[in-house]
């Protein structure tokens, strides 16, 4: 292998904002969409999820990243598997010691976290390639990146739904809210929205970036 | 091995033999295990606490004005008093004011919403003959619909008057408890339910239901004795 392998490269800011726009796991990778639509009903549910998601992805890219010169690549996504189901059921219990208040808010999406795909993916994409630094930085913005977009798609279904953006009421008693966008179908609506936002404003930078080029 | 981070090499590396597949997958998910076992250990006892402490908060909540608390079991129609400790045992709690006068009872409650289980407390207070606070003990209601039963202060509104009298016979209620639409309740044993949250409000409308038919006939022949229990 040449010197110039990806685990020996420098650790760059691109490390740490792939995750955020350029790889955003729901919106660019359509990774994690299990959770991305089914708790992302209003911004505080979407963060929370978020925010747990990204801590399993913390925990499981520090670990696998570890341990990746020890495991034959055979048996791989089998180890991938366990080491994230353990660390999820750890969070479980460990959120559950902490505050019943915070468990009861995120009990039954705690051990959804466990089939996000884009969890499984950075490990098998990068934290089983990288040194531990690396895998954590990478991590952490995949994360951001996660919970940022869950947040976008929770706060626009809140709005419309509930006339209000994290419980802060926005339009007053008179508005009339949109149900629709609280149940399934809406998560649906809103994600395929953003997606499009994000897709024409990643096509008009590319478009410009290749008429800087010419 | 880390030169075998990239596969994409010209010639694929050698498979490793099946034995050592075995071993590491074995060790992992031995260690996995391990470690849950342990994390388990670790947590029992607060998540215990927790729970212990919710139930306490609860009871106070759903019965406004309380200081002390009573735990009892019921055997046999019979009501037996339980330790402090023996809060998990108990079938309901009386609560006492600080001069010792009798609340209410707190009781819990319980039928499938939704998402499964829903489990509630409620107070009753036998010399009014009303449910007089609520409380959701556990819900997995959808959130930002169903979890409105725990919400909604129009919802919990219902209960802070609640009527349970008793008819004639002291075994039965006059008016058992009725869910109705949003907006509907006309009468004071009714249930102003949530619109988009049908399932959920009628739900605990009928655990409420349930509940008051078997326990408000015992509690209210017994007040008399619960209240010489404050200490």
Redesign the interface.
Known sequence: MSATSSKDKPMTATTFTEGLWKENPVFVMLLGLCPALAVSNTAVNALAMGVASTFVLLGSSLLISLLRNLIPKQVRIASYIIIIATFVTAVDYIIHALSLELYNALGAFIQLIVVNCAILGRAEAYASKHKVGHALVNGFGMGLGFTLALVLVGGVREILGFGTLFGVSLFGAQFQPWAVFILPPGGFFVLSFWLVVFAAVRRNRERKEAAHGA | ???????S?ATP?A??SPL??IT??GL??ML?GF??VL??Q??LE??AR??R??LERAVFEVLPGAVSRANFTVIDQELIRLSDEELAAADLFAGFDEDGNLIGVALEAASRGY?GEIRVLFGYAPDREKIIGFTVL?S?E????GDKIETDPRFLANFEALDVRLDETGEALANPIQPVPEGAKTQPWEIDGIT?ATVSAVAVARALRESTETWVPLIFAHQDELAEESE
């Open positions: 091995m880390s030169e075998m981070s990239t596969p090499a590396p498979m490793p050592r597949l590491t997958l992992i998910a996995s470690t849950i994390i388990y670790v947590t607060p998540i927790n729970h402490e919710a998402a556990q997995s959808t959130p930002g619909l988009g």
